[in-house]
């Protein structure tokens, strides 16, 4: 009996058969495919670069070089704008108003380390790290790149920034330039000449005050009563005086927030060098713990130089909580790095260099369209496909979306797409883009 047990579990034993060619583990291509088809995405980028090649045939090495040396930063952001336009275009009248209502162009920068001392258009940051510093202007609510430089590491964002937004400015669609633009940027773009720019282009700016001397004067003349409660900030308040510095617009304010400090607690390093001693008064920075757990009260000071309206105290704390969150931008970074690939710059020429730039932050822009055209609205809100105000990070989509195992079957003279049972995500993602216009 025990032989004939055995003969029949060896029997039931699981055998690899041939390969099936019709498996893929990618899925999920399908939905990108088919969105980039939708907004005709390949047709336009290639009318922005224009011609690289004239043979049928393949690239040599020196046409891939010279192709993608020809894939200059202005052409790309001027395929992306046509891409972003079109998609305005098909969104739903109620949801496209909501993006004109306030549009908001954040400017910010981030390091990209590499490796190769001979590599070009890098250098070393003030950290001694060789890197090249994607610099880029984001329309915020979309989630979308509209403009970026790749800068060395020792390059001041603040030379390039007016030139920046206003190419940022030209690649949001026409209906939403018509309106007033916000931008925002940090203590990093604390510079007049953007400033001036940015009123030229009829722009309300809030930018990042550097904790220069007169900044801290302007404390001494704020009375207790004149702080309010800032907005979803425990232990906040703001105020506002009427400081600027020389030869800003005269519609200028300074919008101060403070941040009580609970010093048992450990919100206070005893590290003079940390990043919160910086943000204490100056007369209190110094001190050592046991001398500050004596003090009255202890803050951590932020400035803000604004034209935005910040006459009552109501005002002054909503524009306070909309500059507190400029994280949109922070959140395309990250895509683009862990979703995309500028965790690293790959050649020793600053123009590939530029197109591999683009092709990351293409990889979160891509994300935000699919975002504003696949998601379902409620209560004015988008339901996305992820927690993060509803928007899926790429790597959440990659998992969810993309990387779905599937069957690829002909079937009645087409190509059906055979999913795993209960996979309905990408199914309904398909149905919603083959809903939209065929645009080309």
């Known amino acids: ?34 969105l980039l088809d939708r907004l005709g995405m390949i047709k336009l980028l ?17 046409q891939l070089l010279v192709g993608i040396a020809a894939a200059q930063l202005q052409a790309v952001e001027s395929g992306v704008a046509a891409v972003t336009a079109r998609v305005w275009g098909m969104l739903p009248a109620t949801q496209a108003v909501a993006l004109c209502q306030a549009p908001t162009i954040d400017l910010d920068a981030t390091d990209v380390e590499v490796y190769g001392r001979l590599k070009r258009g890098v250098a070393d940051n003030h950290q001694g790290q060789r890197v090249g510093r994607p610099h880029v202007a984001i329309w915020a609510e979309a989630g979308v790149t509209l403009a970026a430089d790749l800068l060395g590491g020792n390059d001041d964002p603040r030379a390039h920034s007016a030139a920046l937004l ?70 906040a308040q703001v ?138 609205t409620e209560r004015g809100h988008l339901l996305g496909h992820g927690v993060r105000g509803g928007k899926a990070m790429v790597t959440t989509l990659r998992h969810r979306l993309i990387a779905v195992p599937a069957r690829v079957i002909p079937h009645a003279g087409a190509l059906s797409l055979r999913l795993p049972p209960d996979h309905q995500l990408l199914t309904q993602i398909l149905t919603r883009i083959r809903a939209l216009p065929r645009t080309c």
Not at 16 to 22: F, K, Q, T, W, Y
Not at 46 to 61: C, D, H, L, Q
Not at 197 to 218: D, M, Q, S, Y
């Open 1 to 34: 009996m025990d032989r004939v047990r055995e003969i029949r579990r060896l029997g039931r034993r699981v055998r690899i058969g041939a390969p099936d060619p019709s498996l893929t583990r990618f899925g999920g291509m399908a939905a990108v495919t088919e």
């Open 46 to 62: 290639g009318v922005a670069i224009g011609p690289i090649k004239t043979r049928e045939r393949g690239f040599s090495g020196g």
């Open 166 to 235: 206003g190419r940022a400015l030209a690649g949001l669609p026409v209906a939403v330039r018509a309106g007033t633009v916000w931008m925002r940027a940090d203590a990093g773009y604390f510079a007049g000449e953007l400033v001036r720019a940015a009123v030229t282009e009829n722009v309300e700016f809030a930018i990042g005050a550097k904790r220069i001397a007169p900044l801290w004067r302007c404390l001494s003349g704020i009375a207790q009563t004149d702080w309010v409660d800032a907005v979803d900030m425990t232990g």
């Open 239 to 376: 105020a506002v005086t009427d400081y600027r510095p020389h030869q800003w617009p005269e519609t200028t304010r300074l919008l101060i927030r403070r941040v009580a400090l609970d010093i048992d607690a450990g919100q206070v390093s005893g590290d003079p060098r940390s990043r919160r001693r910086r943000t204490l008064h100056p007369d209190q920075r110094a001190l050592p713990l046991p001398e500050l757990a004596k003090a009255d009260a202890v803050y951590a000071y932020s400035f803000v130089m604004t034209n935005i309206d910040v006459s009552t105290p109501e005002r002054a704390a909503t524009t306070e909580h909309w500059y507190r969150h400029r994280t949109e931008i922070e959140n395309v970074f990250r895509d683009s790095k862990h979703g995309g690939a500028l965790r690293h710059l790959p050649s020793g020429y600053p123009e590939i260099n530029t197109v591999w730039m683009w092709g990351a932050l293409l990889t979160a822009s891509i994300a935000g369209w699919c975002h504003q055209l696949t998601a379902t």
